[in-house]
């Protein structure tokens, strides 16, 4: 059964979409993607021979072999020859995401859709999105086994976008989407950061004050008062 985590992506997924699942592991996106009849094809992306390994077994033995070609290949290389027009790269940290997508963007002038989700450090791809000309569609927070995730939908396009540039760090941080539509997962996640940033700023207040701890703490405290307006 797929997790909620992953059925939550994929209700993401446009009907009729041709997918590239980055990172597909077991492939269970993949199948799922292609069983529910909503894709007529996905090309599933590994860059470890093991997962790539249990990809095409669970791919077999659902005999789909014909709508989902597992590739062997880092990030987006797989997309080379492939009419790929949604990419989901899900389930790594926002930091890998981001580089996934910095070292492959030339690959995605096919691709119309991103559908991204990290497990930590989300801020990481708002940015690269916003410097990269991709619009922020839409944005969800869920709740599993007491690991919260997040899940960023992009697509092409500059112009309007929903940072509120007045505030764009905050924006970045915490999500303009997720912070104009807050459920507890979102007061979950921040209330756990909000406690690790009081303890660091303790353990900051007992160490010394070079310039650097200066400008950590007064980011801490940036973040801090952001968190208090929520
Ligand atoms: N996407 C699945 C999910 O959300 O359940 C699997 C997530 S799994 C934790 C991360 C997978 O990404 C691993 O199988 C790993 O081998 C793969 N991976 C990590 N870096 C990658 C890269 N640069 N290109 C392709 N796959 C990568």
């Not at 980055?22 to 599933?44: E, M, N, R, T, W």
């Not at 990481?124 to 995730?149: A, Q």
């Not at 500059?158 to 007045?166: I, V």
């Amino acid at each position: 059964k797929l997790s909620k985590r992953l059925k939550k992506v994929s209700d993401h997924v446009p009907f009729g979409a041709i997918v590239g699942d980055i990172g597909s592991d077991h492939a269970y996106l993949a199948v799922y993607l292609i069983q529910s009849g909503k894709c007529p094809f996905v090309v599933a992306g590994e860059v470890n021979q093991g997962p790539l390994a249990s990809a095409k077994a669970h791919i077999r033995s659902n005999g789909l072999t014909d709508k989902i070609s597992a590739k062997l290949g880092n990030g987006l290389e797989v997309l080379e020859n492939e009419n790929v027009n949604t990419v989901v790269i899900a389930g790594m940290g926002g930091p890998l995401i981001a580089t996934i997508l910095e070292e492959g963007k030339e690959r995605l002038s096919l691709v119309e859709r991103l559908i991204l989700q990290p497990n930590v450090a989300a801020d990481h791809i708002r940015r690269w999105l916003l410097e990269n000309n991709w619009k922020l569609i839409d944005e969800e927070i869920l709740e599993e086994d007491s690991h919260v995730y997040e899940i960023l939908v992009a697509e092409k396009g500059s112009g309007l976008t929903p940072y509120d540039t007045e505030d764009l760090e905050k924006q970045l941080w915490l999500g303009p989407y997720l912070l104009k539509n807050k459920n507890t997962a979102f007061e979950k996640k921040w209330k756990r950061e909000r406690q690790q940033i009081e303890k660091i700023n303790q353990q900051l207040a007992l160490s010394g004050k070079n310039e650097l701890l200066k400008e950590k703490k007064q980011k801490l405290s940036q973040m801090m008062t952001w968190l208090e307006e929520e």
